[in-house]
């Protein structure tokens, strides 16, 4: 209780002094599509998410790349979407962005079974290191196309990882089912494997047929970027995400 306190009074005072200045989150909030369900007042909510996640989080470049205030608001705007009706609190495993220019290297080592250690690159737009950063392409920000949205995708990831296993099932509220969960989701990727498997087109990217964790992250950008299409795919898994995030993004 003397924790929470001491928070919502930090928290006041942050925005006080450190708010996102009302022109450049006009700006910005135009930019981000996952934001167009909101109403004018959670926008304004939306607003001093951002601005405690700037507050609290470190943004770093890589590469010689400059920051500017448009670029850490529009970091802030689209991190703080999932969480809008969770908490900041949601992200207090990680501290830091890095943002690439483009797409990079990500350089894996994994040990199998037998004890051999394999080595792996691969180009990536965006990445959550347990225990870590988030990493994401600047320019997979600014294009977003095809209803990807990396930064909340990584965000996904993040939640994913609150209970130490990043495998599709974030820890979810105490009012959710965890049988309907997974009932929605095992169903739901099973499905998409198939499809992807037999060379279905599919209208939820097929990176999600990767693992459930992918899965989860896949269709959480859906849920903010394509709703609509989601909801008319899997409208369970819709369902369970809009109760995890408690927002409504559908307009159908």
């Known amino acids: ?52 996640f700037l507050h609290d989080k470190y943004i770093e470049l890589a590469q010689g790349m400059e920051l500017t205030n448009a670029m850490r608001v529009r970091i802030a705007c689209e991190a703080a979407i999932p969480i809008l009706n969770l908490d900041l609190e949601h992200y207090h495993a990680w501290h830091t962005v890095i943002v690439y220019p483009a797409q990079f290297v990500s350089h894996e080592e994994f040990r199998d079974g037998a004890g051999v250690v394999h080595r792996h690159r691969s180009v990536r737009a965006g990445e959550a290191w347990h225990r870590g950063p988030v990493v994401i392409s600047w320019e997979d920000v600014i294009e977003n196309e095809d209803a990807n949205n990396v930064i909340i995708h990584e965000a996904a990831h993040k939640l994913d990882m609150l209970d130490g296993a990043m495998n599709g099932r974030p820890p979810i509220h105490r ?18 494997v198939a499809d992807v498997d037999a060379g279905r087109r599919t209208e939820i990217d097929a990176y999600a047929a990767k693992n459930p964790a992918e899965f989860f992250a896949v269709t959480s950008e859906a849920f903010f970027e394509i709703p609509d299409v989601l909801k008319r795919v899997w409208p369970v898994v819709y369902m369970q995400l809009s109760l995890y995030y408690r927002q409504q993004t559908a307009t159908m």
């Open 1 to 52: 209780m003397l924790f929470s306190v001491w928070e919502n009074w930090r928290r006041r005072r942050v925005l006080r002094k450190h708010k996102i200045p009302a022109d450049l989150w006009a700006l910005t909030i135009k930019q981000v599509r996952a934001a167009s369900h909101l109403s004018v007042a959670d926008r304004e909510r939306l607003r001093n998410v951002a601005s405690l």
């Open 175 to 192: 009012s959710m089912n965890q049988r309907e969960w997974t009932a929605a989701f095992s169903e739901a990727y099973a499905s998409h």
